[in-house]
T-cell receptor, first 110, second 116 residues
């Protein structure tokens, strides 16, 4: 089955700096890669996603890049704000199932 | 986005009892529902994939006789934790994929199960 690895597990940045979270996957059949933000005790919220036919996608301060050859994808958050503090999960999917990375706890220091 | 509800949000039960968790898609037909388990400060672990009208597909290591899943309609799936034990205490989250969509999943708010 699919194996998704995520790094780093924790990340602290100063407000206004950028944050980058990286994931790798093993199943070349995976073609959909969402990123979720989860606050403590709450449901994961989709923040951005990318499909295998696209190399990069951007939505305001958030961007995701995908390298299918190397089987890795990354989340980039620019101009970080304290409200960006949360746990972020990447996932990989073939369309039938979703496999999540181990999560990154992001802390934005005011 | 689509709305998925989950009930109850919290449940405390005695060891040996069974607990049923409901997951409902409120404004779309969910052909596929997923059940996840999440331990504190850990990732979501896929337990099973549930398709309406058919038996659930369980992930390796998940006991199907302990975690009973029923997806009887396009808007409701249930997870029953049978003969619960303290090690079953966890955060259980469902998610749904709508008819005609094969990717975007919508999560329920989760159920915090505590087994005494």
């Amino acid at each position: 089955g699919e194996n998704v690895e995520q790094h780093p597990s924790t990340l602290s940045v100063q407000e206004g700096d950028s944050a980058v979270i990286k994931c790798t996957y093993s199943d070349s059949a995976s073609n959909y890669f969402p990123w979720y933000k989860q606050e403590l005790g709450k449901r994961p919220q989709l923040i951005i996603d990318i499909r295998s036919n696209v190399g990069e996608k951007k939505d305001q301060r958030i961007a995701v890049t995908l390298n299918k050859t190397a089987k890795h994808f990354s989340l980039h958050i620019t101009e970080t704000q304290p409200e960006d503090s949360a746990v972020y999960f990447c996932a990989a999917s073939t369309g039938n199932q979703f496999y999540f990375g181990t999560g990154t706890s992001l802390t934005v220091i005011p | 986005g689509a709305v998925v509800s989950q009930h109850p949000s919290r449940v405390i039960c005695k060891s040996g009892t069974s607990v049923k968790i409901e997951c409902r898609s409120l404004d779309f037909q969910a052909t596929t529902m997923f059940w996840y388990r999440q331990f504190p400060k850990q990732s979501l672990m896929l337990m099973a994939t549930s398709n309406e009208g058919s038996k659930a597909t369980y992930e390796q290591g998940v006991e199907k006789d302990k975690f009973l899943i029923n997806h009887a309609s396009l808007t409701l799936s249930t997870l029953t934790v049978t003969s619960a034990h303290p090690e079953d205490s966890s955060f259980y989250i469902c998610s749904s994929i709508g008819a005609g969509r094969t990717d975007t999943q919508y999560f329920g708010p989760g159920t915090r199960l505590t087994v005494l």
